[in-house]
């Protein structure tokens, strides 16, 4: 094996070859000559990714291995890990921009003499963009030893950005390793981060300065860049200056060049280019901006951290609102971001629900309301942001100017999903347009005119709720800022109105799923008939098997959630990154999930035909002349052809389609046997409709009794 070669795990063998980890497994076994360990553990072992590939090939397993797959693979079997891959990758794609001939003839020569002539073309591309070494910029150039085990991989990257540039080759690498370690960064989803931007107006002309003193891997800088692009004004684009500070020194690189690849087409030098300017350092505690006087700031700061700096900084200037205790770290970045506003600049940050009611934060959030500092608590869905379980707020604070505000007020907007896209919950049900929507209007009421008349709810869709408080009305002993305080449930009854339109829906399901009971069974002796197995169908051309992914697109993505609720396609592509291509579903296709040990199976109709598969679902192509459609859905979903098909992680149950069984039946027979798993299927969809909007019925009458909108009689 070459020193240096790229290592690949199971699951890197499994997606190249396009088949489940349980398959590697098998090969391991069976074949002899299969490609030994040469790296990770006992339980994980990793291979030498040009063995793997020659083994493939020999077993015709592989014909070419995509050119982007090979690049990721690359990047994340890197020795010195995908984050220094990452940087490495960064630097070479912002001098294949800045000089493509220079590229050229630079790779036209060996790895090793190619890793010390790289080392100094780089370090002309990164004073270019960054400034001279030893300014305290983000990115270091590399040297030789360092770039030698990157060359291949640097190599790939730039024919792959030949094919779709340079700022899509980085999106779509970076984009692929946060979805494979989401644990290991704190993420703020593209849709949030756009919001977020949106709220402090980074799209306009006269916000020209944008900060993140906690930058993680730029998403936030990024959306307010796409903000800008997106405002479509005819005026010098904004923002020209953009500012980051990230504790960790991986993730600041990763940033800057991230950034500097978004802005490449802006040469550094002209008078409408931006300039970047990422540091690394403790925020709190080292500031590497003490003089800016940024017109916006976006931040997502770490959440109950006690080791903050709260010794070291007792006495520190930016605490012009009170001192944060201990355990109110968020306050701090609140200050923060507010001590680095010009007057009347405005900064978003997201905050866990408990910085908006603990009593140690009180006197601090009592400050910024008089003052008119807090304009607006925004507390969006379960499911927006990481942690997925916990509702997260969003504030929206403006730097006070010389004049106070007369009569401030505070905008209070609580977001939740109607009553009937509830039943799921996670981040992918949420209807992520419908709640910026929701936001952004109410804000743009709210803001436009300085204030919305005290007590108005700005129009807004469905499932959300916003009014404004006057800031005396909060000025309590406990300075509660949590909008559910204040407002009235998003999910509230619209009246006995439409409380008679649920009942009345509610009785004509609960009458169709009368129509749909199934008849008594008959007994029947058991019968014992030849079977098959979905993976000799496959073999045989019967049936084609393909797995979902995080590929992008343009058309809606049936999620995990919506097979499991039998709801529509209610997914989004993932944003950013080289578009890959999606897994469209077929009516009369069947979908499994993949994780779980649920026992649900969906066929495809024409309404749902055209989406995107999602993460964990399998997909089930069957051949119509050989197979029946509902006659292979309904035998899926027997316990025990599930329970031998399934294999039990330490924390979740996984599913193996190809180890389903089927009877060898003639099609005539499939189709009887289809026709009434069909009917099974719409009597269980009745039966679900039935239980939702019995829920709803309910919990209307609950809000509705408890509120004064229902009246006992």
């Not at 497994?25 to 063995?51: C, I, K, M, Y």
């Not at 550094?268 to 403790?282: K, L, S, Y």
Request: aromatic share 4%; proline share 9%; net charge neutral.
């Amino acid at each position: 094996m070459p020193e240096n070669a790229t290592e690949v795990t199971a699951a890197g063998i499994a997606r190249l070859a396009g088949v489940g980890r349980a398959a590697v497994s098998n090969w391991r076994r069976r074949h002899a000559d299969f490609p030994q360990p040469v790296g990770g553990t006992e339980t994980s072992p990793s291979f030498a990714l040009p063995e793997v590939e020659r083994w493939l090939r020999d077993q015709g397993k592989l014909v070419e291995v995509p050119l982007r797959e090979r690049v990721w693979q690359q990047l994340a079997g890197h020795p010195a890990g995908p984050v220094t891959a990452l940087v490495h990758t960064g630097c070479a794609l912002l001098l294949v921009h800045r000089s493509p001939a220079a590229w050229r003839e630079i790779t036209g020569v060996s790895d090793e003499r190619m890793a010390g002539v790289l080392s100094l073309a780089l370090d002309d591309a990164l004073a270019d963009r960054f400034g001279p070494a030893g300014n305290g910029r983000a990115v270091r150039t590399p040297d030789r030893a360092e770039l030698l085990p990157s060359v291949p991989l640097l190599r790939g990257a730039a024919e792959l950005a030949a094919e779709t540039g340079v700022r899509e080759t980085y999106e779509f690498l970076l984009g692929r390793q946060l979805d494979a370690n989401p644990r290991q960064y704190t993420l703020t989803p593209p849709g949030l981060a756009e919001l977020m931007a949106e709220l402090a107006g980074t799209g306009r002309p006269d916000v020209r300065t944008v900060l993140d003193p906690a930058a993680g891997t730029g998403a936030l800088l990024t959306a307010a860049l796409g903000a800008a692009d997106a405002s479509g004004s005819t005026e010098a684009t904004a923002p020209t200056a953009l500012h980051a500070q990230e504790s960790d020194p991986g993730l600041a690189a990763v940033t800057a060049l991230r950034l500097v690849l978004r802005t490449a087409d802006t040469p550094r030098t002209t008078p409408a280019g931006r300039t970047v300017d990422v540091r690394t350092g403790d925020t709190l505690r080292t500031d590497a901006f003490p003089r800016l006087a940024a017109d916006a700031v976006l931040c997502h700061p770490p959440f109950n951290e006690r080791n903050w700096g709260h010794d070291e900084l007792a006495y520190d200037p930016r605490w012009e609102y009170g001192f944060p205790a201990r355990t109110e770290s968020e306050l701090a970045w609140v200050q923060h971001a507010l001590a680095r506003l010009r007057d009347g600049g405005t900064a978003v940050l997201l905050m866990p629900p408990a910085a908006a009611s603990r009593r140690s934060g009180r006197r601090i959030r009592a400050d910024l309301l008089r003052r008119g500092a807090l304009r607006a608590v925004i507390a969006l869905p379960a499911g927006a942001a990481p942690p997925y379980g916990i509702p997260l707020h969003l504030w929206v604070l403006r730097r006070p100017g010389a004049q106070p505000r007369p009569n401030p007020e505070l905008l209070l907007i609580d977001t939740a999903e109607p009553a009937e896209q509830a039943t799921g919950g996670g981040r992918d049900r949420l209807d992520r347009p419908a709640l910026r929507r929701a936001v952004l209007d109410a804000w743009h009421t709210y803001d436009g005119s300085g204030g919305a008349r005290t007590g108005e709810q700005p129009e807004t869709p469905p499932g959300a709720a916003a009014r404004t408080v006057p800031v005396i009305e909060l000025l309590d002993d406990d300075v509660d800022l949590a909008p559910a305080r204040h407002l009235p449930s998003p999910a509230a009854t619209g009246g006995p109105a439409e409380l008679a339109g649920v009942r009345e829906r509610l009785t004509r399901t609960l009458g169709l799923a009368t129509d749909l009971a199934p008849p008594p069974p008959a007994p029947a002796a058991p019968v014992h008939r030849p079977v098959t197995t979905i993976g000799e169908l496959a073999r045989a051309g019967a049936l084609q098997l393909r797995h979902g992914g995080a590929g992008t697109g343009t058309g809606p993505v049936l999620t995990e959630h919506d097979v499991l609720g039998s709801a529509p396609p209610s997914g989004t592509p993932a944003a950013g990154g080289t578009p890959e291509e999606p897994v469209l579903v077929a009516a009369g296709d069947v979908v499994v999930p993949v994780l779980g040990g649920v026992t649900v199976v969906r066929v495809v109709d024409e309404a749902t035909a055209g989406a995107a598969l999602g993460r964990n679902l399998q997909l089930l192509r069957p051949d119509p002349a050989v197979l029946d459609p509902w006659f292979l859905a309904g035998f899926l979903r027997g316990t025990t052809n599930n329970r031998q098909a399934s294999s039990h992680a330490s924390t979740a149950t996984r599913l193996d389609a190809r180890r389903l069984q089927l009877p060898r039946l003639p099609l005539a027979e499939q189709r009887r046997y289809g026709e009434r798993f069909r009917a099974l299927a719409a009597f269980e969809d009745a039966l679900r409709l039935a239980g939702r909007l019995g829920g709803q019925l309910v919990q209307g009458l609950y809000d509705g009794l408890t509120d004064g909108t229902v009246t006992p009689e």
